[in-house]
């Protein structure tokens, strides 16, 4: 199976090329977003201060972009699917909004989700042939999963640098990631789990919600303590 995913991988997962100007878009919006209140100190702007903390944003959303489009790629592969990115401009657009309304206050990530298909190769000699809600499902969960790892290991390397203005905006950036992408909103990582299982989905937006923003502001076991209570809950 490895091999075999192995070569999978290797003969599908490249991206398109209207794919990669999608990603590329949703990734300079967002930083733009989750930049929106480092231009200046106080009510002083600084252009330069602005514009390089701008630049530290897009490369931290696009590490985060990546790993969470990847594992979904990977796994989608690997169950016999092709997931593919498509841009939500309604989400970008409206976070956006909220972003200029708020001040910056409030960052959202709405940037689209992926769209499965059969790949008739792969899925040769499957009992079920057809696109499987559950897996569907499972393969658009893997993306804000893969943003809670980053959320662990970002919060054990501030245990190390308590400082880090880089580690911080990773961290909030990658939960509220997460957290947004768990939205049961078309075309969003959320709904296609919410249609392929409605217990699983309730259960582990609490998880990732509760886990996600306490994380933030304690300790890692106690914020999965918690909210594996609230979401058995």
Not at 64 to 74: D, G, L, T
Not at 155 to 166: A, C, G, N, R
Request: positive net charge; contains cysteine; glycine residues 8%.
């Amino acid at each position: 199976m490895f091999f075999e995913l192995c070569s999978r991988i290797k003969h599908y997962y490249a991206f398109g090329k209207k794919e990669v100007r999608d990603i590329i878009i949703a990734i300079v919006i967002v930083g733009f977003i989750f930049s929106f209140r480092d231009w200046g100190v106080g009510d002083l702007v600084d252009p330069l201060f602005g514009i390089r903390n701008f630049v530290i944003m897009i490369f931290l959303v696009a590490v985060s972009f990546f790993v969470h489009i990847s594992v979904q790629r990977i796994y989608a592969l690997s169950i016999g699917f092709q997931a593919e990115f498509k841009i939500w401009w309604g989400g970008l657009i409206t976070s956006l909004i909220v972003a200029f309304i708020s001040n910056g206050a409030i960052p959202l990530v709405l940037p689209g989700g992926i769209v499965n298909s059969i790949n008739v190769r792969m899925r040769l000699g499957e009992f079920r042939y057809g696109l499987n809600y559950f897996d569907n499902g499972l393969a658009a969960l893997a993306g804000p999963i893969s943003n809670i790892f980053l959320v662990l290991i970002t919060k054990i390397l501030l245990i190390l640098f308590p400082e880090s203005w880089i580690l911080q905006k990773f961290l909030v950036l990658n939960i509220v990631f997460a957290i947004c992408t768990m939205l049961p909103i078309p075309p969003l990582d959320g709904l296609n789990l919410y249609i392929g299982n409605k217990h699983l989905y309730f259960f582990l937006l609490t998880l990732i919600a509760v886990a996600g923003v306490l994380i933030y502001l304690t300790n890692i076991l106690l914020s999965l303590i918690v909210g594996l209570v609230a979401a058995l809950i």
